[in-house]
Structure formats: C-alpha cells, structure tokens
C-alpha cells in the first residue's frame, strides 16, 4: 500500500541552527513530491514540489529538498532557520494514476528556541 | 487574486443537524479535494472531484456528501451519521496531477 512516513513528531532547533526534515514514501512508479508548511488555525502552504528532473529542488522561504529513489527519501532542509519558521510540515506523495490524489505524512512539528 | 475560499471559519452543528461547508476556487482548477485534520494527525481525504458532476470517494467518506454543479464549488455537507464531526476541514484544488493549493480550512464544533 502507498504510504508516507514522516519520523519525526517534533524537532526542536536553535534560531541560526540548520534543519532536516525526514520523509520517507512507499509508491510504485515515478512519484510527484511536496512540502507543505502550516501555521496554526491556517491551511497549508506549498514549499516546494519534485516532479522530474535535478532532484535537488529548490523552494520558498529558504527551503530545499532532494529526492533520493535509492532511498526512497525527500528530505526538506534549510541552512539557518528564523523564528518564523515555526509551524507544522507535512511531506506528500502523488501519482500519475492517481486522479490528483495525495497522501500525506502525519507531519513534523517545528519549535524554534531563540 | 485567485484562491480558494472557505466559508465559514468557525461553525457549530447541533445533534441531529446536518450543515454544509463552502469551497469556492478563482483558480480555474478542474479537480477540488476535502480533506479532514484532526489534532496530531495528517490529513484525511473525504472526496474529491476531478470534472463538473463527478466525484469520487476518498478514505472517510461516511457519514459526508458532496456536490460538484459547477468548476468552481465543492461544497461539503456533514450529515447526521457522522457521529465524530469535530475537526478542522480544508478543501484544495489542483490543475490534474498538479501541486494542491489549500484553502484557510473551517473549523467544525458540536455544540
């Protein structure tokens, strides 16, 4: 079954400090990938997206992220984070078979001591 | 500016009520999504909609029904048979295997 697994509950990082975000995913062939970054109370925003191609994408507000097959893997980073940064991240999967469906991960909360 | 538009932001259902959410898109986007959030938890496709008049259910589809008249309205109806309501609702759309763009999502209480 198609899954995305997000190890992570919460992180708790230094402002300045860098960050990893951890996504993992079981699917089948070529899959479409997303950040999505939500504050509280608010929808989600997208931060960037893997379709094809350099699978080191590049997003909003400072963040990448790399697509690793081998691993399975599209982790999200960012070198320095701000304060602001604080919010809730969800990573997710889709397909070209799928109708525009999505799954996604149960997400990463993100706290940023000063 | 083009977006999606949920209304209302806060709602209240009595026992035994059915209401409905709005979803409204500018974005000229052919497929619509409801998804559920409910604390700690990722989201949870209810049904989505990938032309006018048709639509689809996703993975907690019971207890919920839809309409899609026009490309531009999705709207939810959380019926009496859905039992545990409470929770945040957030509605996409998307251009077919595109990237979803979300609404600011309707918070559903029992009162």
């Known amino acids: 079954a198609q899954s995305v697994t997000q190890p992570d509950i919460h992180i708790t990082v230094s402002e300045g400090a860098s960050l990893e975000l951890r996504c993992n995913y079981s699917?089948?062939?070529?899959?479409?990938l997303f950040w999505y970054v939500q504050s509280p109370g608010q929808g989600l925003q997208l931060l960037l997206k893997?379709?094809?191609?350099?699978?080191l994408v590049q997003g909003i507000k400072g963040f990448e992220a790399e697509f690793k097959r081998s691993q399975s893997s599209f982790n999200l980073r960012k070198p320095s984070v701000h304060w602001s940064d604080a919010a809730e991240y969800f990573c997710a999967v889709g397909e070209d078979n799928q109708g525009g469906k999505l799954i996604f991960g149960q997400g990463t909360e993100l706290s940023v001591k000063p | 500016d083009g977006g999606i538009t949920q209304s209302p932001k806060y709602l209240f259902r009595k026992e035994g009520q059915n209401v409905t959410l709005s979803c409204e898109q500018n974005?000229?986007?052919?497929?619509m999504y409801w998804y559920r959030q409910d604390p700690g938890q990722g989201l949870r496709l209810i049904y989505y909609s990938q032309i006018v008049n048709d639509f689809q259910k996703g993975d907690i589809a019971e207890g919920y029904s839809v309409s899609r008249e026009k490309k531009e309205s999705f709207p939810l109806t959380v019926t009496s048979a859905q039992k545990n309501p409470t929770a945040f609702y957030l509605c996409?759309?998307?251009?077919?295997?595109?990237?979803?763009?979300f609404g600011d999502g309707t918070r559903l209480s029992i009162l």
């Open positions: 893997y379709f094809s191609g350099d699978t």
């Open positions: 699917y089948g062939a070529t899959p479409y």
């Open positions: 974005l000229n986007h052919d497929a």
């Open positions: 996409a759309s998307s251009i077919s295997s595109g990237a979803q763009h």
